[in-house]
């Protein structure tokens, strides 16, 4: 299931989160879900066996799941589509490893039914690591080799609590009252995804409204968060909606307060062991919320600023994580923005370099409306 550079910018419409997933949809080969499914949208909450044909063992989830969890395969096994599937004929059972991925499947279930009450602790990943062949056997890492067990980094009580580490971070972009003010964010840059650049616009305006704009010759690639609804367009194909996982994902993108709404928005937060983030010690805290993947949040130590975002998707089969790095800085009307972040996947990223940025300019509401999709080609 790999997306070559020279497709991901012919199909750039097709899956993926905001912030540029639209270009990269997680190694899924492009026209995969067109082969499926005719359109997303109110057929997303189905079954997916209602969705998709021949489907065995994935029966009664959402359909809009079932590509997320082929998604995690690809990355659990370090595969590409055609290893289960056949090309163009994805319905079809001619290829033994279709029917070992069903067997796997059910195996992983009853493990976790028999053992851990149901709760999904073991996935493909957890065997797999990457590889067609379960990794039986440990890897000997240049960290245990250099790291006697005793000196790995545990989790201290001496250092900073969450709510500190949190206030650090609202006080290094510029304080609360700076962030508050800010009702909109108009950047205008560079997208580069496998050596290829294209110029990208982003409109984010208060509450929670964003589109990024890809302009790819005479053709335009759109994702756009409403601040309730998402979907994908792209010149001349039909809009695409985004799935539950990809929603709030985009909700967290738009959010021009986040630094400030993040501590109310997820609870039970902690501290975890310090890491290192490029060159610099990062201090890392995790929050939660109800029934949902968890958030990591990495802080330079010494600014206080954030350099690193980890976040999961989640799906019948395990949780796809996104990493977002933030660099470069800038104070743009006394709150510091970054001006480049790197948006990392299993298997692949994205960087976006911003040139310019303005805020509390005026952004029309028209910016963020649905259009109307044109017929399938």
Known sequence: MKLTPSSSWKFASIGGLALLLVIIPFNIRPGYAQEQTKQSGPSASKPAEEVFKNIKVLKGIPSDQLLPSMQFITAALGVQCQFCHVDGH???????????????????????????????????????????????????????????????????????????????YVTALGGAGAIGKVASRVQTGTATFGGHDTPIEIYTKAPEKRVSIMKMGNAESITVYDGTNGWMSSTGRPVREMNAA??????????????????????????????????H?????RGRMADKPPLKLYFDEQSGLLV????????????????IDYFDYRDVDGVNVPFKW??????NSFTIQIAKTEQNVHVDDAKFAKPSSPAQP
């Open 342 to 347: 790197t948006v990392s996947r299993p298997g």
């Open 246 to 279: 990809d929603l709030e994902a985009s909700k967290m993108d738009a959010d021009l307060h986040f630094a400030t709404g993040v501590k109310a928005e997820f609870s039970d937060w902690r501290v975890l062991p310090d890491e290192k983030v490029g060159d």
């Open 90 to 168: 994805f319905d079809q059972d001619d290829k033994p490893p279709k029917e070992a991925a069903r067997h796997m499947m059910q195996m992983m279930f009853a493990i976790n039914k028999d053992n851990f009450r149901g709760h999904r602790e073991v996935t493909c990943n957890t065997c797999h690591r990457g590889s067609v062949h379960p990794m039986s056997v440990p890897e000997i890492t240049e960290a245990a080799m250099t790291m006697p067990r005793s000196e790995a980094p545990q989790a201290t009580s001496s250092g900073p609590s969450a709510d500190q580490i949190l206030a650090k």
């Open 281 to 285: 010690e990062a201090q890392v805290i």
């Open 308 to 323: 690193r975002l980890v976040r999961y998707a989640e799906t019948p089969l395990g949780n796809n994580p996104t990493q």
